[in-house]
């Protein structure tokens, strides 16, 4: 098979400044260019120029329109990166549908925790149709099982199966909201982010004009990131779409499995454009290193982004020596920052720079929340580096605020605000939730911590408890939860939080031991270590306390995360679990 | 002639099953998950992978993916996310191998 071609031979590159995403599919679909799918030998799966996208998308409208749905009601799709997503979400686009997509299960056992994320999902969403990979529709259906609302759910073939019907269109247009982004609340309180159609196409048009990535006629882009997050869907769906990009996609389970395929494709298809969170260049660092090919040629690759997690110096450096011999410039590197709140993204670093890093003192940092210069840059235990993540976007601003509001000056340490044309209209269906972070005159409060230099951010934490893994957005509610579902402790007696290694975010659980000899109490230990493996899929250190000390709370009676970590990094509690390694600072 | 396909197909499939021996499986996925058993305690058919050993998500996704490489299968995403012991492992395999 044949890759689609990066450039259109005579359709001109428009970058935004479309309508709506039906809008900018229309334009995109008079060209060449499109998207491919590979598995995990790099082999090629399909490929489907934007022409055919747009095709196949308006059969499914008129089958979704035909088969009566109203206009503006959610449809729940499973994000796996493969052509029926494509199908289901532009084909919602066209007949007025919102899609609602959501994760694929992760890892072994892990049944019932998805399907409990499933009916969580629907019910905040209130979708009326479910469909998703062939292998997924008995967990769709078991899951839509309680609830009368749900029309019609399973696998494309129960969506192929309506039939089609000689209808109008109904695309969505500039007044209407695109689609429901689930990725901010925990998988317990999920909170589905409204992303309009107007907000999204400001967003689209920061990311690629020129304080963004500046794309140019030329640019391909490539990921593995997955469609159901907002650097997946939006980064690298929306945005190379709305500048008639060719895209080539791996899913991220081959990713994991296969980094350098990730590597391979970028080589071999001269992509110029591609993202990760940190951890994925770890990844490919410590395991493709060894088994780098000779004809690996990265000298293309334009723009190597950052984002999704706290962007980490020393990964990038490591990820840049390691394939400067194939060609890999570290001017690439873009740290980024951003959230689904505002569609995407908020900032971006200056091109042709690279990783820019502000080396602050510690104890200054924790005790009077001021970055002040390391005396000595070098010495990691009271010095840390941070990476600067650029300006804010045209047309948007951005403050960092003291807890009284007061706008903080350069190095000063608060909680980052921004406002724009990019920043989402509310939470779906939650207006509660929607008040606690947007203000009345739309500022929205990030949740992040960090301090502004020379007009760039630098974030330096997460106001917010939560913790994020593997790029992966992790609530400490529900570690807890999954511990407490096993019946391993009482609710409250449990505590997760994250320390930073150095290398990444370890996910630490502090217990309350309520057992007696060593024997039970490692026996507790694996057991909640086991838990919360089986049920969020992560691995975390388990810190026993005694029950006469207890878990710290605040005044209101709380359980207090952030003291239950400072009392930990104090020593005060004992690792206990077999397993754990040593916890650093 | 329906009747005569049916058969060699049994037959055919009957031969690679028994290519594959449930011992062989076992053994294989008990050399990966040895390094991480909890004291004394040998891997068994019961041992609950995600639980009873000190095995991490990204091993246990390693171990996954180099089974299926050596026994030339792909364990559906729905199939994974309801196994949680070294048998359920092993028989999901044979059933797959059969299958081929």
């Given at each position: 098979m044949k890759s689609l071609p990066t450039r259109n031979s005579k359709l001109a590159l428009h970058r935004a400044?479309?309508?709506?995403?039906?809008?900018?599919?229309?334009?995109?679909?008079?060209?060449?260019?499109?998207?491919?799918?590979?598995?995990?030998?790099?082999?090629?799966?399909?490929?489907?120029?934007?022409?055919?996208?747009?095709?196949?998308?308006?059969?499914?409208?008129?089958?979704?329109?035909?088969?009566?749905?109203?206009?503006?009601e959610r449809i729940l799709i499973t994000a796996d990166t493969w052509p029926g997503f494509f199908d289901s979400f532009f084909g919602a686009q066209y007949a007025g549908l919102l899609p609602v997509p959501v994760s694929i299960p992760v890892g072994i056992g892990g049944k019932e925790a998805y399907l409990d994320q499933l009916r969580r999902q629907i019910a905040a969403s209130g979708a009326v149709a479910a469909f998703g990979l062939d292998d997924l529709a008995g967990y769709l259906g078991e899951a839509a099982r309680e609830f009368p609302a749900v029309r019609l759910h399973g696998g494309m073939d129960v969506l192929h199966a309506l039939p089609e019907k000689p209808v109008?269109?109904?695309?969505?247009?500039?007044?209407?909201?695109?689609?429901?982004?689930?990725?901010?609340?925990?998988?317990?309180?999920?909170?589905g982010v409204q992303i309009t159609q107007s907000a999204l196409m400001a967003n689209l048009a920061g990311m690629t004009g020129p304080a963004g990535l500046?794309?140019?006629?030329?640019?391909?882009?490539?990921?593995?990131?997955?469609?159901?997050?907002?650097?997946?869907?939006?980064?690298?769906?929306?945005?190379?779409?709305?500048?008639?990009?060719?895209?080539?996609?791996?899913?991220?389970?081959?990713f994991a499995r296969r980094p350098m395929q990730w590597l391979n494709l970028m080589s071999r298809n001269r992509g110029t454009i591609s993202y990760s969170p940190s951890f994925g260049y770890d990844l490919a660092v410590r395991r493709g290193a060894a088994q780098v090919p000779a004809d690996l040629d990265l000298s293309c690759w334009r723009h190597a982004g950052i984002g999704g997690d706290m962007v980490r110096a020393d990964v990038l450096e490591r990820f840049a020596s390691t394939f400067e011999a194939a060609g890999f410039s570290d001017k690439a590197f873009i740290p980024s920052y951003g959230m689904a709140e505002v569609c995407l993204a908020i900032t971006f670093s200056p091109h042709d720079r690279g990783v820019s890093t502000d080396t602050v003192d510690r104890t200054a940092l924790a005790e009077t929340q001021r970055a002040v210069p390391a005396a000595d840059p070098t010495?990691?235990?009271?010095?840390?580096?941070?990476?600067?993540?650029?300006?804010?976007?045209?047309?948007?601003?951005?403050?960092?605020?003291?807890?009284?509001?007061?706008?903080?000056?350069?190095?000063?340490v608060g909680r980052i605000f921004v406002s724009g044309p990019s920043v989402m209209p509310g939470y779906f269906g939650e207006p509660e939730a929607s008040r606690e972070v947007l203000s009345s005159d739309g500022w929205l409060d990030t949740g992040d911590l960090g301090y502004t230099l020379a007009g760039e951010i630098v974030v330096t934490g997460r106001a917010k408890d939560l913790i994020i893994v593997n790029g992966r957005n992790v609530w400490p509610q529900d570690i807890e939860w999954a511990i407490e579902a096993k019946r391993l402790t009482k609710n409250g007696d449990a505590a997760a939080f994250s320390i930073d290694t150095g290398e990444g975010e370890r996910v630490v659980v502090a217990v309350l031991a309520r057992v007696s000899g060593e024997?039970?109490?490692?026996?507790?230990?694996?057991?909640?270590?086991?838990?919360?493996?089986?049920?969020?899929?992560?691995?975390?250190?388990?810190?026993?306390?005694?029950?006469?000390?207890?878990?710290?709370?605040?005044?209101?009676?709380?359980?207090?995360?952030?003291?239950?970590?400072?009392n930990y990094l104090a020593g005060l509690y004992a690792p206990a679990s077999p397993s754990s390694k040593p916890a650093a600072a | 002639m329906i009747v005569e396909n049916d058969g060699i197909a049994d037959t055919l499939e009957l031969r690679r099953e028994s290519t594959l021996a449930r011992g062989e499986v076992m053994g294989e996925i008990c050399h990966h998950l040895a390094p991480f058993q909890v004291g004394e305690k040998p891997v068994a058919g019961d041992t609950v992978i995600a639980k009873d050993l000190t095995i991490d998500s990204l091993a246990i996704m390693d171990m996954v993916?180099?089974?299926?490489?050596?026994?030339?299968?792909?364990?559906?995403?729905?199939?994974?996310?309801?196994?949680?012991?070294?048998?359920?492992?092993?028989?999901?395999?044979?059933?797959?191998h059969a299958r081929r």
């Amino acid at each position: 098979m044949k890759s689609l071609p990066t450039r259109n031979s005579k359709l001109a590159l428009h970058r935004a400044g479309f309508a709506s995403v039906p809008a900018m599919l229309d334009y995109a679909a008079e060209g060449e260019t499109g998207v491919t799918f590979y598995n995990a030998k790099g082999e090629q799966l399909s490929a489907l120029p934007w022409s055919d996208v747009r095709q196949r998308a308006h059969v499914v409208a008129r089958k979704l329109i035909g088969a009566g749905f109203a206009r503006g009601e959610r449809i729940l799709i499973t994000a796996d990166t493969w052509p029926g997503f494509f199908d289901s979400f532009f084909g919602a686009q066209y007949a007025g549908l919102l899609p609602v997509p959501v994760s694929i299960p992760v890892g072994i056992g892990g049944k019932e925790a998805y399907l409990d994320q499933l009916r969580r999902q629907i019910a905040a969403s209130g979708a009326v149709a479910a469909f998703g990979l062939d292998d997924l529709a008995g967990y769709l259906g078991e899951a839509a099982r309680e609830f009368p609302a749900v029309r019609l759910h399973g696998g494309m073939d129960v969506l192929h199966a309506l039939p089609e019907k000689p209808v109008d269109l109904r695309p969505l247009g500039v007044d209407d909201l695109c689609y429901i982004q689930f990725s901010s609340g925990s998988t317990r309180h999920p909170h589905g982010v409204q992303i309009t159609q107007s907000a999204l196409m400001a967003n689209l048009a920061g990311m690629t004009g020129p304080a963004g990535l500046d794309v140019v006629v030329g640019d391909r882009a490539v990921s593995w990131l997955p469609l159901y997050h907002d650097m997946g869907l939006i980064g690298f769906l929306m945005a190379p779409l709305s500048a008639q990009l060719s895209i080539d996609y791996m899913t991220p389970r081959d990713f994991a499995r296969r980094p350098m395929q990730w590597l391979n494709l970028m080589s071999r298809n001269r992509g110029t454009i591609s993202y990760s969170p940190s951890f994925g260049y770890d990844l490919a660092v410590r395991r493709g290193a060894a088994q780098v090919p000779a004809d690996l040629d990265l000298s293309c690759w334009r723009h190597a982004g950052i984002g999704g997690d706290m962007v980490r110096a020393d990964v990038l450096e490591r990820f840049a020596s390691t394939f400067e011999a194939a060609g890999f410039s570290d001017k690439a590197f873009i740290p980024s920052y951003g959230m689904a709140e505002v569609c995407l993204a908020i900032t971006f670093s200056p091109h042709d720079r690279g990783v820019s890093t502000d080396t602050v003192d510690r104890t200054a940092l924790a005790e009077t929340q001021r970055a002040v210069p390391a005396a000595d840059p070098t010495d990691d235990r009271q010095a840390r580096r941070f990476v600067l993540c650029g300006r804010v976007l045209p047309g948007h601003r951005l403050e960092v605020r003291a807890a009284d509001g007061k706008v903080l000056a350069d190095r000063e340490v608060g909680r980052i605000f921004v406002s724009g044309p990019s920043v989402m209209p509310g939470y779906f269906g939650e207006p509660e939730a929607s008040r606690e972070v947007l203000s009345s005159d739309g500022w929205l409060d990030t949740g992040d911590l960090g301090y502004t230099l020379a007009g760039e951010i630098v974030v330096t934490g997460r106001a917010k408890d939560l913790i994020i893994v593997n790029g992966r957005n992790v609530w400490p509610q529900d570690i807890e939860w999954a511990i407490e579902a096993k019946r391993l402790t009482k609710n409250g007696d449990a505590a997760a939080f994250s320390i930073d290694t150095g290398e990444g975010e370890r996910v630490v659980v502090a217990v309350l031991a309520r057992v007696s000899g060593e024997e039970a109490r490692i026996a507790l230990a694996r057991d909640v270590a086991g838990a919360v493996r089986e049920a969020i899929a992560v691995d975390c250190d388990v810190a026993l306390v005694p029950p006469t000390m207890g878990l710290p709370t605040t005044s209101s009676g709380k359980l207090s995360r952030a003291r239950t970590k400072a009392n930990y990094l104090a020593g005060l509690y004992a690792p206990a679990s077999p397993s754990s390694k040593p916890a650093a600072a | 002639m329906i009747v005569e396909n049916d058969g060699i197909a049994d037959t055919l499939e009957l031969r690679r099953e028994s290519t594959l021996a449930r011992g062989e499986v076992m053994g294989e996925i008990c050399h990966h998950l040895a390094p991480f058993q909890v004291g004394e305690k040998p891997v068994a058919g019961d041992t609950v992978i995600a639980k009873d050993l000190t095995i991490d998500s990204l091993a246990i996704m390693d171990m996954v993916m180099e089974l299926e490489d050596r026994f030339d299968v792909s364990i559906p995403m729905n199939v994974v996310a309801e196994i949680h012991t070294v048998d359920q492992l092993a028989d999901t395999i044979l059933k797959l191998h059969a299958r081929r």
